[in-house]
């Protein structure tokens, strides 16, 4: 069960992550941001002891000159006993990313920057746009027509190479295969979050206008989504009414509809998808989970990110369990003599860089 | 594939189950209740052609002194020589469960008590309240103020442990976040079977406000349910209107929604979920299941129940199958290295009886 | 990882293909046949990169006299270098298929008619009619009163033995419990596609008239399904309506919702399953998922089918990853003794061939 030496020594691409937290955490705050829950619950115990709660046991405590499995007490005393500029530092840096694609617009107050966090990595970043975060940014500042004109101008930005859109958590993915006039978007303006339909549907087509790809949050995420509107082939009508367009959708996470995903990619020529956040929350069981998700999909379709919020540990965890599972997936494949060693070495290019490179012409 | 030792010998919590039979069964009957079906049917052959059916010839047949694998004649006619008595007790006392939480409000007649049950196992057992049975039973007898009365105090008595909602069988899983006031509730009752979605929203509510860990069949289940109204994430409104109230919501079953069900025992601090009635029914397919189960619920927040009905072997192959399947899982994570020996121990404990007796407070 | 040797031999009975081409196919045609894509994407690479077309190098090359593993375009040079006819019947042949239930309704200008498959591949062949290409071929031609007798008629010819629906390309599986009117039937006709509801209702309901099996297409196609729509549990309401008929429905390729149709062929009498397409889409990944479609199915109640379409090759790796997967599922059972041999040879002849034989009355 090691990491075959080529799927370890890969550069990786994080085409979709957030930044790192600017100071310690409590525990409390850490096992939080473990998972996908609001706070740890005293009916239900630590969240420690959950997949990834002992993959940070296992895999991340010897980075901090730790045995392995760790306790929780002894990990998170040695992790505050350091700088939490040195703990980042070390979690990035053993990821092997070297480029990060930053979404920005989720809590920026807390996080460091797309900049600081690739500085601290020593590696490249670029800017993901979090379309309904721009919308509620320009919303309060402007007119209409500055609104349009300024939302515009952003999306052309020289640093931002892709856009992201959270429908899944304002409105669900019913998005509809019509574009709204400008009017009809404007019409539906109002101050606070952007969870208006047309909004919504307007801030994507702006997207594709734009050329940038397109992120869609899908499936498993927190307790503010209603999991079964968050299904990809929900989006089919738009899928479809933009498959002509040449702009590529990505389709970020998926679990527990990655088979889904995975169809959606294999039958439009501009959709894409990852298994993104539920790579580290599977922990040791991510390698099944990967595999159901490159069943049908091919392989010049899928792509790796980590979708790391606040822990670094998460970049680190991401990089490695993906590594993990793709490692899984060739050596099984290998050992099946379903392709050979040479086919193995490109599929995992395109899995860990080459596919992210070609979709957000980096 | 044997079971991991701590694994063998741990005393089980059925959290979720009915009675046994009071007699004998023909082999219709026999081969009816090892299924979700109603009937064998001429088209499809035998339902001893099937996971379940060889895990009976597998598994049971020694218990009756008969060799592994002995063919279902062999097996019926072995089972029909002996008192129903003596077949009841054997499977249940070798089922390793020592208390059974009982919804004895399907066909009761047909059945032994909780309490008949419990003695038979050398066992205890409490009481699980089937809310749209009970509101079947007081709305023939009673007024309206009456039935309100008589069905709070029923939901108070001291046998009582849990409530469980059939909603799955009448509505389908929709139940909105909003309380229905108790006159609406009334306004829509009527004799014969609770199928008003007002009145089994109510009837959940109620069992809230008692303070009841309260159960939901999930999925899975014979052919008066449509699967896709069965979904649990369309409790999502309903779970996140009673985060805060302290008061454990366990989802039942759940195939093949199982890692939905994970997902919200994973995002709301009082949401739980098992495997129950799927465990047995995977037969020698079970432990691949259970992982999927486990993939991202906090480990805290599963549970064992057998969901066995009618047959006593149910009870026993619940049991057997789900240590099979932990087992399975917890020697999969030792040999990956994922947690220690003594987390696999700690693990084990929990899903075996601690999450039971701290979310039931046993 | 080889195939039980009682597996490898077992003649198949192919409940459900198409006919293959007349001619040679240029590679972007033969990439654009291998999965359900329109075409191939520049966005996205090669379809030879994905399970299905990695099959092709490993196990297609041999039998066309090069190498395991050669390159797709040594692949296809070689291809075309021989008639179509000897690449066929190659790969027919090799495929042990005995007879074949040939939806000859689809592009059938493009493909060999049934009859002239079954010549090809010594082997038998029968007619599906495809319930909404016969509607469309009858619309064109008659009255409303010859459009139903004539339509009565076909489904009655004797090389006639089952009926297909495409309604899931069409309106999705939202079939209804009722049966419309021949009137409200006839209303709804109008020239082009059958997409009426009520129409596609009335004809499924004249094919169980006619005493025929009835497939539905369900779940993975190309991009003209939204895929939700396509959840097989949407036609419970229909399933329930037509349970006591004691005609055969017939849930086809299903993925990813094979474990809906697992409980859907467990819970009605007269409901069966098969993998179908996604049996070669999944190339070296078929046994794991073939595994879950058999989880809580009554193994009377599976079928193979390969739903090859176009290439010859389809049909050959679709019977070899049909054997490779059932071998596997057999294999592991016997290797956690949960059957014993006698009975693995019943289930793999119950699943070739049996089940189909009884189910069409072959």
Redesign the interface.
Known sequence: ?GILPFVAELGLIDHHCHGVLRTDSTREEFESLL?????V?P?????F???I???V??WCAPLLDLP??ASAEAYLERRNSLHITEVSRTFLMASGIHTFLVDGGFQPERLLSGGELASLAGADSHEIVRLEHLAEELSAAASAAEFVHELRSRLRSPSVVGAKSVAAYRTGLVISGERPSEAEALRSMSSGPVKDPVMISWLVWEAMDAGLPLQFHVG?G??D????RC?P??L??FL?AT?GL?V?VLLLHN??FH??AG????????V?CDLGL?TH?????AS??F??A????????FLFSSDAFGLPELYYLGALLFRQALSDFLA??L??????EE?AH??AR?MASENAA??YKL
């Open positions: 069960m998972l996908e829950a609001d706070a619950s009916l239900g115990g630590s969240f002891d959950s997949a709660g002992f993959a046991r296992r392995r499995h498993y927190d307790s989504i209603d999991l079964h299904d082939s929900l089919t009508p479809r498959a040449g590529p679990y527990p088979r889904q169809y959606l990619a294999q039958v439009f020529p501009h894409f539920a929350g599977l922990g040791h069981q099944r989970v595999a159901e490159l069943e049908i999909v091919p392989y010049g379709k099984d494949g050992r099946r003599d379903a392709f050979l086919d490109r599929i395109l070609r979709v």
